[in-house]
Every structure is written in structure tokens, then in C-alpha cells.
DNA sequence: TTCGGAACTG
DNA sequence: CAGTTCCGAA
């Protein structure tokens, strides 16, 4: 039972695009099946999040200006996007956004006030939330197997820094 | 537009 | 348990 965390240097991951130092979280395969493989687990709606997040800007979905800041710049093809990845065809930003809302307890997410469509994940937070009991570990991996998540460096981090 | 209660679903 | 559906209130 082991997860791993690591510091990256952002100029090597294509995760990494808007942001000066990041951590990230590998999951092994059999605690966590990723959104996009043809897994057991049901799709949750961060996994999807990240993973058009991943794809890069230009959808109907961006990061934002702050660290874990999204902008839904079309919420209702998000919408459409999402209610097709769930089978649910009368999905709509309404509806999805009450998902969301949800997240706050959860603390996986909370809204960004002021600006509008906009939302920001606690990324430290999702992995303790969603993982209660995970080890770290310090091996090095190349940044090509990061099928991943980020979580915000934290001061007198640990992890390694992968070049 | 954003929020959160309430009932409901696989 | 992680939403979905619906909706009144701010």
C-alpha cells in the first residue's frame, strides 16, 4: 500500500503549463482507477475536471489566474460533455453546478467569489479527502508516467525534484 | 448567478 | 455514496 508524491519542476510536465512549482500525487492502478481508462469505478466529476483541464485551455473549460483556479468559459457544453461521459442527456450547467456545490463540504473545491464561472480546487486537501491514510514515498519516476494529480507545494515540502 | 435543502437514484 | 433532479431564496 504505497502512493507516491512528488515535487516537479514545471518546465518538464505538460501538467505543469500555468504554474511555477507543483507537487504531484501518483496513485498505483489498483487504488485508483483514472476516469479515462476503461476502469471498474464510476467517473467522478473532478476526474473529469482535471482530465479536460489536462487536454490544455481552448474548451469549454481553463485554469484560471490563482494556483487550482478553473474558469467554465461554455457551462452549458460542459454540461453536455459531462451528462454525455454519465449518460445523462438532460444534464446542464444548473444541474452540474449543484455537483459542484457539493464539493464544498467535501472540500475538494470552493468558489472563487466576484468572479464569475469560476472555482478553484483544494488540491491538498483532494488527496486527504479522497485517500484518508496515504504514504508518501521518494522514488523518482519520469514525468511521463504521471497519469496524475497536483497538490499545491507545501512549505518544508518533501518529494523530489524530477529534471 | 449562486446557494443549499430535500427527495431520489444506481 | 456521488451525484441528479427540482426549486425557492438571496
Known amino acids: 500500500r504505497q502512493v507516491c508524491a512528488y515535487t516537479l519542476n514545471p518546465h518538464t510536465s505538460r501538467f505543469a503549463h500555468n504554474f511555477r512549482v507543483l507537487s504531484a500525487v501518483l496513485f498505483p492502478d489498483w487504488a485508483y482507477k483514472p476516469a479515462w481508462s476503461p ?73 472563487t467569489k466576484g468572479k464569475r ?22 522514488q523518482v519516476i519520469s514525468p511521463s508516467a504521471l497519469h496524475v494529480f497536483l497538490s499545491p507545494c507545501v512549505s518544508g515540502s518533501q518529494g523530489r525534484t524530477i529534471r
Open 39 to 111: 476502469g471498474s469505478r464510476q467517473v467522478q466529476l473532478w476526474h473529469f475536471l482535471l482530465e479536460l483541464l489536462g487536454r490544455g485551455s481552448g474548451g469549454a473549460i481553463g485554469w484560471g489566474s490563482e494556483w487550482g483556479e478553473f474558469v467554465i468559459r461554455d457551462p452549458e457544453t460542459l454540461a453536455r460533455l459531462w451528462g454525455e461521459r454519465k449518460g445523462k442527456p438532460h444534464m446542464n450547467y444548473d444541474k452540474l453546478s449543484r455537483a459542484l456545490r457539493y464539493y464544498y463540504n467535501k472540500r475538494i473545491l470552493h468558489k
Open 117 to 138: 464561472f469560476t472555482y478553484k480546487f483544494n488540491f491538498s486537501k483532494l488527496v486527504l479527502v479522497n485517500y484518508p491514510g496515504f504514504q508518501t514515498c521518494h
